[in-house]
């Protein structure tokens, strides 16, 4: 046999046999220092619902809670959105703002480039020149028209 392996060697059968219990030990009474305000011995005091639940859950009550479950989740959701809604709100409002600012600014470019003196001097390198003359009318009588 290997060195390394433990073998249970027979034991004498047990037979039946009183036991003694060993005397408990008396434990020295240990002070509990006592605390201060605590909130949740102030609510268990108070707020005592154990006579609700000594025959059992009470089901009669059941669909209450789950209504009033199903407005709170309702509210919840409803806040969440709202916060989501003014979120966005901002943004588009702030993206407006930069939009107007651009289109200012391009409504200025085109105003400065349709003055008569600016398409003059752009349409220079095409070769056509303004007129020095002024314009005239041109009268049709009403029997050719």
Known sequence: MA?????????????NTLRVKPEEEVKPEVKTKKKGFSLFKWL??????????????????????????GITL?????THYAEKTIRKI???KVETEDLRADYTTLKSDYMGASKQSEVARNVAPLGLVESSSPPYQVEVAADEY
Do not use: S
């Open 3 to 15: 060195p390394n392996l433990m073998t249970k060697t027979a034991a004498a059968p047990k037979g």
């Open 44 to 69: 268990d005091k108070y707020t005592n619902v154990d006579f609700l639940f000594q025959e059992g859950v009470p089901t009669k009550y059941l669909p209450h809670v789950l209504f009033l479950t």
């Open 74 to 78: 309702f509210y919840i959701g409803n």
């Open 90 to 92: 901002a943004k588009i």
